[in-house]
């Protein structure tokens, strides 16, 4: 075994093209350090849904240039097998370590495959790069970006030429090209041949931006904004100035790009402490509400002034605020969400006539509605302009949200006096997520397998009315693994994160609310009910 995995390591280091990642692997194997060497040739990485994700450092289980160059291959040998035998392939990149060298990589090898090659012109969101494929008219799109993931990550998200992420077969399909890739010798990398393009695709997403707003609509909230060290911040000036809306007070600590993310634990809004230097700048400036990106601005979170404390509004809030505002605005089409999303959104569509759909988790489906006008999913995503960005889009989401708390703003109202609105015409919806994150994989299939084996009957005292297994399917969804639980006035599903070590569980409680004077009772009930489901799903999964 330990032969044969120094052997295999070595047979690696002569073909690794990166003198970083060669050095590395090198020590190692002088070293004959098994216990590192293992892990990192324990399999490949696997291409799937999401692209690849994973941690950067030499071997196949790593995010490196070995198998970004291998990935690009199998995807140039899918475009072709489809007909696209000279298509034009886009690729971004964020400010991640090694993200440029991946994106020069992703060129050449679609160069070296006689497709045509385009390349942005720096690290800019990910939302630019969906806009570019569809303005372009590429065949596809690759964006390299680990999102929100540790500092140590880097990921490979691809796009067809609708400028929506691969699903099913398309992910299998490139899979098996990629595994079909024998030897890195095969695969002809030119030092040159694609375009660098300028900025006229970014001046071309800008202007768009602009569409997302109501013609003559208030542009007077102040805002505080972290970039939480990602791409964001350039393209959110150049939109919020494009708008009219005052400049944002910038948080300075995070505000420019730096693969090290030295201020958070993790660069994710969600994460506890991400937003503190956001909260303790709105604190300094009073602003209207506080906005943040992720690193690679696909998402947007946004909080609020709530008893002279600042708070995070949770994704499914901000989800209804902007499905309200639209309506409100008189949008047509069909609002749709992922199932771990709150019902609320359900409610709204339904009372103002318009078509609503649930898809699975992730960005991927959601696009792909048929006639989408908004879209949303609990993490932080909103697709807010789906002909623009069939993806989610924290620049677009952050004016539209800026924009109706201007509108609320000029009656003398606040983005929580919208919510209570809402609760008070739809039931008071309050979501919460229990989110375990594991060192050992098999963790997150025990407790799956301990569900499947040994479903609750009841949580918090309500009983369970239907448990679905959804490695079935459903009659509107196609099979994933999941466990989806209907209670009396409660929702729960559990699933494995596809991004990350992660076992998630989403409630959902609805408590009826006759009048705004009846909210404090509504929202106390509905605390005390989330965190006995909390406990009780604890206990049944084992976790």
């Given at each position: 075994?330990?032969?044969?995995?120094?052997?295999?390591?070595?047979?690696?280091?002569?073909?690794?093209?990166?003198?970083?990642?060669?050095?590395?692997?090198?020590?190692?194997?002088?070293?004959a350090d098994v216990t590192e060497l293992a892990p990192r040739f324990s399999g490949t990485l696997q291409f799937g849904t999401a692209g690849l994700r994973g941690e950067l450092g030499a071997g196949p289980m790593r995010m490196n240039r070995t198998v970004v160059i291998r990935a690009a291959a199998g995807l140039a040998a899918y475009l072709k097998s489809q007909g696209h035998t000279d298509g034009l392939v886009v690729i971004g990149y964020d400010a991640r370590h090694k993200s440029e060298d991946f994106a020069r990589d992703t060129?050449?090898?679609?160069?070296?495959?006689?497709?045509?090659?385009?390349?942005?012109?720096?690290?800019?969101?990910?939302?630019?790069?969906?806009?570019?494929?569809?303005?372009?008219?590429?065949?596809?799109?690759?964006?390299?970006?680990?999102?929100?993931?540790?500092?140590?990550?880097?990921?490979?998200?691809?796009?067809?030429?609708?400028?929506?992420?691969?699903?099913?077969?398309?992910?299998?399909?490139?899979?098996?090209?990629?595994?079909?890739?024998?030897?890195?010798?095969?695969?002809?990398?030119?030092?040159?041949?694609?375009?660098?393009?300028?900025?006229?695709?970014?001046?071309?997403?800008?202007?768009?931006?602009?569409?997302?707003?109501?013609?003559?609509?208030?542009?007077?909230?102040?805002?505080?904004?972290?970039?939480?060290?990602?791409?964001?911040?350039?393209?959110?000036?150049?939109?919020?100035?494009?708008?009219?809306?005052?400049?944002?007070?910038?948080?300075?600590?995070?505000?420019?790009?730096?693969?090290?993310?030295?201020?958070?634990?993790?660069?994710?809004?969600?994460?506890?402490?991400?937003?503190?230097?956001?909260?303790?700048?709105?604190?300094?400036?009073?602003?209207?509400?506080?906005?943040?990106?992720?690193?690679?601005?696909?998402?947007?979170?946004?909080?609020?002034?709530?008893?002279?404390?600042?708070?995070?509004?949770?994704?499914?809030?901000?989800?209804?605020?902007?499905?309200?505002?639209?309506?409100?605005?008189?949008?047509?089409?069909?609002?749709?969400?992922?199932?771990?999303?709150?019902?609320?959104?359900?409610?709204?569509?339904?009372?103002?006539?318009?078509?609503?759909?649930?898809?699975?988790?992730?960005?991927?489906?959601?696009?792909?509605?048929?006639?989408?006008?908004?879209?949303?999913?609990?993490?932080?995503?909103?697709?807010?302009?789906?002909?623009?960005?069939?993806?989610?889009?924290?620049?677009?989401?952050?004016?539209?949200?800026?924009?109706?708390?201007?509108?609320?703003?000029?009656?003398?109202?606040?983005?929580?006096?919208?919510?209570?609105?809402?609760?008070?015409?739809?039931?008071?919806?309050?979501?919460?997520?229990?989110?375990?994150?594991?060192?050992?994989?098999?963790?997150?299939?025990?407790?799956?397998?301990?569900?499947?084996?040994?479903?609750?009957?009841?949580?918090?005292?309500?009983?369970?009315?239907r448990a679905e297994d959804l490695t079935r399917g459903t009659e509107t969804l196609p099979p994933t693994d999941g466990l989806r639980y209907a209670l009396e006035g409660a929702r729960v599903i559990v699933r494995p994160s596809g991004t990350e070590p992660k076992l998630k569980c989403y409630l959902e409680v609805v408590v009826p609310v006759a009048t705004h004077a009846g909210l404090p009772a509504a929202r106390a009930e509905a605390a005390d009910l989330l965190a006995t489901i909390k406990r009780d799903l604890s206990t049944a999964?084992?976790?």
């Open positions: 075994m330990h032969d044969d995995l120094i052997t295999r390591a070595k047979a690696w280091l002569e073909e690794d093209p990166d003198p970083e990642t060669r050095a590395e692997l090198a020590k190692l194997i002088d070293a060129a050449a090898v679609m160069t070296g495959a006689g497709l045509r090659a385009a390349v942005l012109p720096r690290p800019l969101p990910t939302p630019v790069l969906a806009y570019a494929i569809r303005h372009l008219g590429a065949a596809a799109g690759v964006e390299v970006t680990a999102s929100h993931n540790p500092p140590r990550d880097n990921g490979y998200k691809v796009y067809l030429g609708d400028g929506s992420q691969i699903v099913p077969p398309a992910d299998a399909d490139i899979a098996a090209e990629i595994d079909a890739v024998r030897s890195l010798n095969d695969v002809p990398r030119p030092d040159s041949g694609w375009e660098t393009l300028d900025d006229s695709v970014l001046d071309a997403y800008l202007a768009r931006t602009d569409e997302v707003l109501a013609a003559g609509s208030p542009r007077t909230a102040r805002t505080v904004y972290t970039a939480m060290h990602g791409v964001g911040k350039d393209v959110l000036l150049a939109a919020f100035e494009r708008a009219g809306f005052p400049a944002p007070a910038l948080v300075a600590e995070q505000a420019d790009p730096d693969p090290d993310f030295p201020t958070v634990a993790f660069p994710n809004p969600e994460e506890p402490g991400a937003m503190d230097l956001a909260f303790a700048k709105a604190r300094e400036t009073d602003p209207d509400l506080v906005i943040a990106n992720d690193p690679d601005a696909d998402r947007c979170a946004v909080a609020v002034k709530e008893n002279d404390e600042w708070r995070m509004l949770r994704g499914d809030e901000v989800g209804a605020l902007l499905a309200a505002h639209l309506v409100n605005r008189g949008a047509r089409g069909t609002f749709a969400e992922s199932i771990v999303s709150s019902s609320l959104l359900g409610r709204i569509a339904e009372k103002a006539g318009l078509p609503y759909e649930e898809t699975l988790t992730g960005f991927k489906w959601i696009a792909r509605v048929d006639g989408l006008r908004y879209g949303y999913e609990e993490a932080l995503g909103y697709c807010v302009d789906p002909e623009g960005v069939r993806d989610k889009d924290g620049i677009t989401a952050a004016l539209l949200i800026t924009e109706l708390a201007s509108a609320l703003k000029e009656e003398g109202r606040t983005l929580l006096d919208l919510l209570d609105d809402l609760a008070v015409e739809h039931g008071l919806h309050a979501t919460d997520q229990l989110s375990v994150r594991v060192e050992d994989l098999s963790v997150i299939a025990d407790a799956m397998r301990r569900l499947r084996e040994q479903p609750p009957t009841e949580l918090a005292g309500l009983a369970i009315t999964a084992g976790i």
